[in-house]
């Protein structure tokens, strides 16, 4: 019995160890292309806004939603982005991200035109692949949280979009 339970922990460390090693070559990747103010962020043509559902379960606002809001807003008007990409989940037709954070962005004065949506925006990879492939961009700016951009910018830099 002993021996079952010496080889239990011995795989659980293990999974943890290949977890963490993981997790710290996401983040080296992303070391010293992740920003915390948007003064630091250089300019960029396209700002890639990550989807994220708008409400949590209990009706509130989603936090991860609104941050996303602000500095999609805070980067335009800044003028560190001229054009605004949102990739999201649209996967049904009661469930609609982009389309939700579009008007969103236009409520908060963001001109119509500047901004386009990927509505098959149904994971981060997805996002970051369908940012080079299908809207063309070699460069762009990512907008959510930094473990969050952390990932996609380990995922672009695997299918070289940077």
Do not use: W
């Not at 949590?56 to 996303?68: A, E, H, S, T, V």
């Not at 001229?82 to 954070?101: M, Q, R, T």
């Not at 070699?138 to 969050?148: A, G, M, N, P």
Request: aromatic fraction near 10%.
């Amino acid at each position: 019995m002993k021996s079952i339970f010496d080889v239990l922990l011995l795989m659980l460390f293990l999974s943890y160890i290949g977890i963490m090693c993981c997790n710290d070559m996401v983040i080296r990747n992303a070391k010293n292309k992740t920003y915390n103010h948007s003064s630091e962020i250089p300019k960029n043509k396209v700002g890639l806004v990550l989807g994220t559902s708008k409400y949590l379960k209990n009706g509130d606002i989603n936090l991860f939603y609104q941050y996303r809001i602000d500095a999609t807003v805070n980067l335009y008007k800044s003028g560190k982005i001229d054009i605004i990409l949102v990739s999201g989940d649209n996967g049904s037709k009661s469930y609609d991200e982009p389309s939700l954070f579009k008007a969103d962005l236009i409520e908060r004065g963001i001109p119509r035109p500047k901004i386009h949506i990927d509505y098959a925006g149904f994971r981060t990879l997805d996002s970051m692949i369908r940012a080079k492939d299908i809207f063309g961009q070699d460069s762009i700016t990512v907008i959510s949280q930094k473990f969050h951009n952390e990932r996609a910018i380990y995922l672009a830099n695997k299918d070289k979009l940077s």
